[in-house]
């Protein structure tokens, strides 16, 4: 697999998930997501609990792999994988990380772009790990009905995004308060600014009760946020039956 660097992107223009993203990404994420790895391990042990065999995980926005890698670790030959990513570096990295497994046939890879496709399978988990915060507004509501219209019944969608604060004045406080964290992490006031430039129009979140609110019009009733540290949350959606 390609080798993980340590993040020193410094993004010129627009925001691309580019080589040089592709090969920091990992550090990028551990430096820059809160809780990084508490927000990991729930992804995990709440995917495990809606497992069914021979069926499918979907994974939506790959990156490198690793949402889904320790989930292909545990059940193995007893699911498929579906895994989908639109970087052509990244899914480099996916092919290379996967070869194996996707030579057997248990897992797929391929390139999508989820504002305008979806993968034809019926699935017992969809994991989507900071992906829906970069797909056009407009786009959203459609995309993750077509996770629950994937999903079989009581199968559950996983995603964790960034959000923002229910109003002006907390979304200051918390926007503050991460700057610190990334502070502490080791990036310096100019490459956080130049990222947060680069990012605007790319990644645009939306307030945790109107994320909840899209689950809810996709027909979901069973909807909990499971993890949550300051303007970065992940729910669970279980489709009824």
């Given at each position: 697999m390609q080798t993980k660097k340590v993040d020193v992107v410094e993004p010129v223009g627009r925001?691309?998930?580019?080589?040089?993203v592709t090969d920091s990404f990992d550090d990028m994420l551990q430096r820059s997501i809160p809780q990084y790895e508490v927000m990991r391990k729930a992804v995990f042990d709440l995917a495990c609990e809606f497992q069914r065999d021979k069926t499918y995980f979907l994974d939506l926005g790959s990156s490198r792999g690793e949402s889904i890698a320790p989930i292909i670790e545990?059940?193995?030959?007893l699911n498929h994988y579906y895994l989908t990513e639109i970087s052509d570096p990244m899914l480099d990295?996916?092919?290379?990380?996967?070869?194996?497994?996707?030579?057997?046939?248990?897992?797929?890879?391929?390139?999508?772009?989820?504002?305008?496709?979806?993968?034809?399978?019926?699935?017992?988990?969809?994991?989507?790990?900071?992906?829906?915060?970069f797909i056009p507004l407009e786009c959203r509501q459609a995309?993750?009905?077509?996770?629950?219209?994937?999903?079989?019944?009581?199968?559950?969608?996983?995603?964790?995004e960034k959000v923002l604060g229910a109003s002006a004045g907390l979304e200051t406080v918390l926007s503050k308060l991460y700057?610190?964290?990334?502070?502490?992490?080791?990036?310096?006031a100019e490459s956080i600014e130049r990222k947060r430039l680069s990012l605007q129009g790319v990644l645009v979140p939306v307030t945790a009760s109107w994320e909840?609110?899209?689950?809810?019009?996709?027909?979901?009733?069973?909807?909990?946020?499971?993890?949550?540290?300051?303007n970065f949350a992940g729910w669970i959606a279980v489709k009824s039956g």
């Open positions: 925001w691309r998930f580019d080589g040089d545990k059940f193995g030959a990295v996916l092919r290379e990380r996967f070869a194996s497994w996707e030579y057997s046939g248990r897992v797929t890879i391929r390139k999508c772009d989820l504002r305008n496709e979806f993968p034809n399978v019926q699935t017992c988990v969809v994991l989507s790990v900071l992906t829906l915060m995309l993750i009905q077509n996770v629950y219209d994937s999903l079989l019944p009581g199968g559950a969608f996983i995603c964790v700057r610190q964290k990334k502070t502490e992490s080791g990036y310096s909840s609110e899209l689950l809810y019009m996709a027909g979901f009733r069973q909807v909990e946020c499971f993890w949550r540290w300051m």
